[in-house]
């Protein structure tokens, strides 16, 4: 069964920093797109960012010069390190994978990040 872990949550003041990783298992880890969402009460999943290969990434317009999403494919892994985090970053940050041929989407449990001003 494919598993997506998230780490690195937690509560943070505003302006500071956080490193989300996302521990892949039981998939072809470089066949897929790896990317991060976010979600809060009442409101639509959200793109936070995407990585296609370590050279090809897309953020969403409100993270943009803040975030930066980087994988590790002998380790599996994905990671959001967020910088000058604000209020408004606070939401459950869900990692996924997106096959990139195939119809295959994964979703992580979600690692709560709150941002304090």
């Known amino acids: 069964q494919v598993q997506l872990v998230e780490s690195g949550g937690g509560l943070v003041q505003a302006g500071g920093s956080l490193r989300l990783s996302c521990a892949a298992s039981?998939?072809?880890?470089?066949?897929?797109?790896m990317g991060w969402y976010r979600q809060t009460p009442g409101k639509q999943r959200e793109l936070v960012a995407v990585i296609i290969s370590s050279s090809t990434t897309n953020y969403g317009d409100s993270v943009k010069g803040r975030f930066t999403i980087s994988r590790d494919n002998a380790k599996n892994t994905v990671y959001l390190q967020m910088n000058s985090l604000k209020p408004e970053d606070t939401a459950v940050y869900y990692c996924?994978?997106?096959?990139?041929?195939?119809?295959?989407?994964?979703w992580g449990q979600g690692t709560q990040v709150t941002v304090s001003s």
């Open positions: 039981r998939i072809i880890f470089s066949s897929y797109t």
């Open positions: 996924n994978a997106q096959h990139s041929r195939l119809p295959l989407n994964y």
